[in-house]
C-alpha cells in the first residue's frame, strides 16, 4: 500500500536519478556504504515512522504535555517512539563512527529524518534539537564535552536543546541578559531566562544537555560580547554518573497552535531552586572561545534552519498524499458536459480545479523536497571536498540557499497544507481528518529559526553581497550550467531554461538597481518581498533540473515531473515579475506609513 507520509518514489527519483548520491560512496568518508546500505536506512525509517510515530500524531495534538508545578507529563507513546528510534542509532544517523555514529551522507539522512517528521513533527522536534546539538559540541566542544554529553545523546540516553531567545529580546540577540559568571574551578555559573525552548523539561531521558548563549561580565556589547555555554539539567560526573540536579528550573510550558507535542518551555537559570555546592546560578561549561558564542551557535542555526525547511516539507508532502487520496476517493458533481443530472458522480479529481490544487500542492512539496536534498548534499560535498577553492564555492553556494531553503518550504508548502484542507471541503476543517493538524503544525515553521522578516534581511542584507557577490556569483553559475543543458535537450525544456535565465538576469539586474540607488531604508524595506521572489527563481531552477533529470524517461512518474515543471513555470515563476518591479521601484510606502495612521 502506498504511503501518504512521503513518496518513497520521489525520495529514490531524487536521491539516486538527480542527486546521484551513490557516487558519494567513492569518498573515504562513505566508502563503507553502497546503495544498499542507503536503502536499508530509508527503509528503516519508513517502517519506524508508520508504526511509532504516526499512530500517536493526533493523540499527541489533543493530549499536550501538561506540568503541575514539579514534574512535566506527556502521553508515553511519545517515550515508546522516541526509544525505537534511539535503539535503531538513527540519532547518530549523520555524525562520525568515532563518536557512534553511522557516517551516512547528508542527503540520505534528510531524506530519511523527512518520514519522521510527515509522521509526528511534535514527538520527531525532541530528536532532531538532540542531533543538531550533538553536532554543534561534536564540531566545537573539548573531547571531555563529547564525552559527557555528545556520546550520551548519540546513545539516546540524553537529549539536547538549543536556548537563544529570552523574553524580552526575542529574534534581537544583541538584547540578552543572561549572564555567565566565571568560577576557580574553571566553571561558569549562569542566571537569567530563555523562552521558547522546545524539548526544555521532560522526563522521556535520563538528561537533557542545554546550549545556553550569555554574556560573560566584562565582554564586549552587542552580539559580539555573546558566549556558548553546555548547561545540563542534571550535572554529569568524570565517570558519566548523573550528579545532582543543575539549578535550571522550568518556569512554565507555553502553549502553541502546532507541534503541541512537543514541550515548549520557559526557563529559568539560576533561580536557586537547586544549589548543587552552595553557591548561586547554573553551572555551565564554556563552548570554544569567550565572546564567540554566537559563531559556534550558527553551526546548529543553520543546520535547524534546513530542518525547519525539511519539517515544513514533510508537513506539506503528508498533507498533498492524503489529499490526493481524497480527490480520488470522493465522488461529487459532474463533468461540465454532462447535460443529465442523472448522470453518475464523478471523483472530484475529475474537476480541472480540483487538479488545478493538486499540481499546486504537487510543485511546493516536490520542489521543496528537491531543494532541501540538494542543500544537505552540499553539506555533504562541503565536508569532503580536498580542494579547498572547490570546497569554498559549496560553502558560498550553501550559505545563500541555506535561508531560502528554510523560509520557502515555510511559506508554500504552508500553502499546500491550505490547498489540502480545501481539497478536502467541509471536511478538511474537521479533526476527523489529518489535514487541519498539518496546517496548524506548519504555520509554526515561518516563525521558527528566524521569521521570513528576519532571513529576508539576511538574504539581501547580507548575503547577495558578501565576499564581493561570490555567493550570488557561484548560484549564477549553478543556474547557466542548467538552463545550457536545457537548451541543448531542445522542446519543453530549453523554453523553460530560456525563462529562468531571464528571471534570474532580471532578479540580477534588479540587486543592482537596489543597491545602486543609494537609499538603503528603501531597498530593505521590501525584503521580504525580495526573499520571495528570489525563492521562486530558485524553485524554479530546481524544478528544471527535475526535468532534465527525467529527461527521455517514460511513465507516469515521470510525467508528472514534467507536468509539475509546466504548472511551475506557467502559474509560479510569473509571479516574480511584478514583485521585482515594485522592488526595482524603491517603494517607500511601508517607510512613510506612520504608527497614527492605522
Known amino acids: 500500500m502506498r504511503s501518504t507520509l512521503i513518496s518513497r518514489r520521489d525520495l529514490d527519483f531524487l536521491l539516486y536519478e538527480w542527486l546521484r548520491v551513490e557516487e558519494l560512496t567513492a569518498l573515504p568518508r562513505f566508502e563503507e556504504h553502497s546503495r544498499e546500505t542507503f536503502d536499508g536506512f530509508l527503509d528503516l525509517c519508513e517502517d519506524l515512522a508508520t508504526r511509532h510515530f504516526a499512530p500517536h500524531n493526533k493523540r499527541n495534538d489533543s493530549n499536550e504535555p501538561t506540568f503541575d508545578g514539579e514534574r512535566v507529563t506527556i502521553i508515553p507513546e511519545v517515550k515508546a517512539a522516541i526509544e525505537a528510534f534511539t535503539k535503531a542509532n538513527l540519532l547518530g544517523a549523520g555524525m562520525d563512527e568515532r563518536i ?10 534528510a531524506a530519511g529524518f523527512s518520514w519522521f517528521q510527515a509522521a509526528n513533527v511534535g514527538t520527531a522536534a525532541y530528536l532532531f534539537l538532540t ?45 540578552i541578559v543572561t549572564r555567565a559568571e566565571p568560577q576557580a574551578d574553571g566553571t561558569y555559573r549562569l542566571t537569567g531566562s530563555k523562552m521558547w525552548i522546545s524539548g526544555g523539561d521532560h522526563e522521556l531521558t535520563e538528561n537533557i544537555v542545554h546550549l545556553v548563549l550569555a554574556k560573560i561580565p566584562g565582554g564586549p556589547a552587542g552580539v559580539k560580547g555573546i558566549s556558548l555555554f553546555v548547561v545540563p539539567k542534571f550535572l554529569v560526573d568524570a565517570d558519566g554518573s548523573l550528579g545532582a540536579r543543575n539549578d535550571v528550573v522550568l518556569a512554565g510550558l507555553n502553549h502553541k497552535m502546532g507541534y503541541r507535542g512537543t514541550t515548549n518551555t520557559v526557563l529559568n537559570f539560576g533561580e536557586g531552586a537547586f544549589t548543587p555546592d552552595g553557591a548561586a546560578g547554573a553551572v555551565g561549561y564554556l563552548v570554544g572561545e569567550p565572546h564567540r558564542g554566537l559563531s559556534y551557535m550558527f553551526h546548529m542555526m543553520n543546520e535547524a534552519r534546513l530542518g525547519v525547511g525539511l519539517g515544513a516539507t514533510a508537513l506539506g508532502y503528508t498533507g498533498y498524499l492524503k489529499s490526493l487520496d481524497y480527490a480520488r476517493e470522493r465522488r461529487q458533481g459532474r463533468a461540465v458536459t454532462a447535460k443529465d443530472p442523472a448522470t453518475q458522480q464523478i471523483p472530484i479529481i475529475e474537476h480541472a480545479d480540483v487538479r488545478r490544487m493538486l499540481l499546486a500542492q504537487k510543485s511546493y512539496v516536490e520542489g521543496a523536497l528537491g531543494l532541501l536534498l540538494y542543500c544537505n548534499r552540499l553539506v555533504d560535498l562541503r565536508r569532503t571536498e580536498t580542494d579547498a577553492e572547490v570546497a569554498r564555492e559549496h560553502t558560498l553556494l550553501l550559505e545563500i540557499l541555506t535561508g531560502v531553503a528554510k523560509s520557502w518550504p515555510s511559506q508554500w508548502c504552508l500553502e499546500a497544507n491550505n490547498l489540502a484542507i480545501q481539497v478536502h471541503g467541509g471536511y478538511g476543517y474537521t479533526r476527523e481528518y489529518d489535514v487541519e493538524q498539518h496546517y496548524r503544525d506548519n504555520r509554526l515553521n515561518p516563525i521558527h529559526e528566524g521569521t521570513h522578516g528576519v532571513q529576508g534581511m539576511d ?140
Open 459 to 598: 538574504l539581501l542584507g547580507r548575503k547577495v553581497v558578501q565576499y564581493d557577490g561570490a555567493s550570488l556569483g557561484v548560484l549564477a553559475a549553478r543556474i547557466a550550467d542548467t538552463v545550457a543543458a536545457a537548451t541543448g535537450h531542445g522542446g519543453d525544456a530549453a523554453e523553460f531554461g530560456a525563462e529562468l535565465a531571464a528571471a534570474w538576469q532580471r532578479l540580477v539586474a534588479v540587486t543592482g538597481a537596489m543597491f545602486g540607488a543609494g537609499d538603503p531604508a528603501a531597498a530593505m524595506a521590501n525584503s521580504s518581498v525580495y526573499l520571495e521572489a528570489f525563492g521562486h527563481i530558485v524553485l524554479a531552477w530546481i524544478w528544471l533540473e527535475q526535468t532534465l533529470a527525467a529527461q527521455g524517461k517514460d511513465g507516469d512518474f515521470y510525467d508528472g515531473k514534467r507536468a509539475a515543471t509546466r504548472y511551475f513555470y506557467r502559474y509560479e515563476l510569473p509571479r516574480t515579475a511584478p514583485q521585482l518591479d515594485l522592488l526595482e521601484s524603491l517603494d517607500r510606502t511601508t517607510l512613510e506609513m506612520r504608527d497614527s495612521w492605522f
Open 100 to 109: 557512534g555514529g553511522l557516517q551516512l551522507p547528508s542527503a540520505v539522512e
Open 131 to 175: 542531533v543538531g546539538n550533538a553536532n554543534l559540541l561534536a564540531e566545537h566542544g573539548t573531547a571531555e564535552q563529547i564525552d559527557r554529553f555528545v556520546r550520551p545523546m548519540v546513545e539516546g540516553r540524553f537529549t539536547g536543546t538549543m536556548c537563544l531567545s529570552e523574553p524580552q529580546a526575542g529574534s534581537s540577540l544583541a538584547d
